[in-house]
């Protein structure tokens, strides 16, 4: 993407997605809830039915906990413009952040740390702003390729280096 580009994209998420990351926790986590209930009510003396119930709240913990990082950094309209990112739609709230290319201070998980899925995030920490986004975002790549190539030289350098680093590792692997 080069420089001088006039940017003006929106991003967003099909409905099923959409509908997958604001609510796609209550069925696991009313299916698990079906397991700890009748612990509750009959507790047994078998050290492996604590067990089992113990990574059965852990698991149900630890969904709910990336669904509400999710409701917290994923909006589902992006709006990349030529100085900033206009993010908006985030789960029950109206909120509309505003991230300029200059301010970001991170680019990180996702591709971005080398993987290959995973929660993506513009960050700047320095306006407690951070802003997600998945694989799964149509057209994810420009907006990747828009993130990397308008993002500070420090920032651009780290991940194309973490990239390239990357490139390698797969090309061993062959």
């Given at each position: 993407?080069?420089?001088?580009?006039?940017?003006?994209?929106?991003?967003?998420?099909?409905?099923?997605?959409?509908?997958?990351?604001?609510?796609?926790?209550?069925?696991?986590?009313?299916?698990?809830?079906?397991?700890?209930?009748p612990?509750?009510?009959?507790?047994?003396?078998r050290?492996?039915?604590?067990?089992?119930?113990?990574?059965?709240?852990v698991?149900?913990?630890?969904i709910?906990?990336?669904?509400?990082?999710?409701?917290?950094?994923?909006?589902?309209?992006i709006?990349?413009?030529?100085?900033?990112?206009?993010?908006?739609e985030f789960?029950?709230t109206?909120?509309?952040?505003?991230?300029?290319?200059?301010?970001?201070?991170?680019?990180?998980?996702?591709?971005?740390s080398?993987?290959?899925?995973?929660?993506?995030?513009?960050?700047?920490?320095?306006?407690?702003?951070?802003?997600?986004?998945?694989a799964?975002?149509?057209?994810?790549r420009?907006?990747?390729?828009?993130?990397?190539?308008r993002?500070?030289?420090?920032?651009?350098?780290?991940v194309?280096?973490?990239?390239?680093?990357?490139?390698?590792e797969?090309?061993?692997?062959?």
């Amino acid at each position: 993407m080069a420089t001088g580009q006039k940017i003006d994209h929106v991003f967003t998420y099909n409905r099923f997605l959409k509908f997958a990351y604001r609510y796609g926790n209550i069925p696991v986590s009313m299916l698990l809830g079906m397991y700890i209930v009748p612990f509750i009510a009959d507790p047994s003396p078998r050290l492996v039915h604590y067990l089992f119930f113990f990574i059965v709240v852990v698991l149900l913990l630890g969904i709910n906990a990336f669904f509400y990082k999710v409701w917290r950094v994923v909006p589902f309209k992006i709006h990349a413009l030529d100085d900033r990112i206009v993010a908006s739609e985030f789960f029950l709230t109206s909120k509309e952040v505003v991230l300029f290319y200059k301010d970001i201070e991170n680019l990180k998980g996702g591709t971005f740390s080398g993987k290959f899925n995973g929660i993506m995030i513009a960050e700047s920490t320095s306006q407690d702003i951070q802003i997600g986004f998945f694989a799964r975002l149509e057209n994810s790549r420009l907006f990747e390729a828009i993130l990397i190539s308008r993002a500070p030289q420090p920032v651009y350098e780290k991940v194309t280096a973490l990239l390239k680093q990357r490139k390698e590792e797969l090309k061993k692997k062959k």
